[in-house]
């Protein structure tokens, strides 16, 4: 291939991307930009679909909450299944309620994939609880119980006897993970930390049971 066919490949590219960013004078035309890549904010609508003109990051508007609803990110919109500021909210209540019952504990909040959203610390939480609560998530998440449910079934005898050795060591069977819901849909999971085994299932059943009231 010739350098003039190169160059012209490589124009073509470049001219198609400045398109996209530009749709008034480009081939794509009629739709949406890409979230703050031009002069013109975006977000999504009351009812998550795109709102041209609608106030977005960066542009002095609060950020969507998600709730399963696309909201913007870097490259486009994406769907939330757990948005940090109600892992946040959780998060807070649970430390209140600690604080009442003499605990220091560390909360984790992960989302519909067991992917972290949001860790806090109390202060004087153990240093090991921080692995603990992570994995109390994850637990929740993978096996779509909690982890008290999944240590009454892992004993010895048991059907699932032997399960925490699977994972990469990840598992854990004692109380302080439960699964979070919207209605029957799991849309993550919350892992409590740093007092006995029936401390942390009692915090967390009391996330668990206030997670709604925060829909």
């Not at 500021?85 to 989302?111: C, H, N």
């Not at 519909?112 to 603990?132: E, L, N, Q």
Request: hydrophobic letters at 40%; aromatic letters at 6%; glycine letters at 16%.
């Amino acid at each position: 291939m010739e350098n003039r066919e190169i160059e012209a490949i490589v124009r073509a590219v470049v001219e198609k991307a400045a398109g996209r960013q530009n749709p008034e004078s480009g081939p794509e035309a009629g739709h949406p930009p890409a979230a703050g890549r031009t002069g013109t904010a975006e977000a999504c609508g009351p009812d998550g679909d795109y709102a041209p003109g609608a106030a977005g990051p960066g542009h002095g508007a609060a950020m969507p909450s998600g709730d399963g609803k696309p909201v913007p990110a870097n490259g486009g919109l994406v769907r939330v299944s757990m948005p940090l500021a109600k892992a946040v909210e959780l998060i807070g209540k649970i430390e209140a309620k600690a604080a009442e019952w003499d605990m220091r504990v560390v909360t984790a909040v992960s989302d519909a994939a067991g992917r972290p959203v949001a860790v806090h610390c109390m202060d004087g939480a153990y240093i090991g609880s921080f692995d603990v609560a992570l994995n109390k998530t994850y637990t929740s998440i993978a096996f779509q119980m909690s982890t008290a449910r999944l240590g009454s079934l892992s004993g010895p005898g048991g059907s699932l006897y032997g399960i925490q050795f699977t994972n990469n060591g990840r598992i854990v069977i004692f109380g302080g993970g439960e699964v979070l819901r919207r209605g029957e849909v799991i849309v993550g999971a919350l892992g409590v930390s740093g007092g006995s085994a029936e401390q942390d299932t009692a915090l967390a059943a009391y996330g668990k049971s206030i997670f709604a009231e925060l829909e």
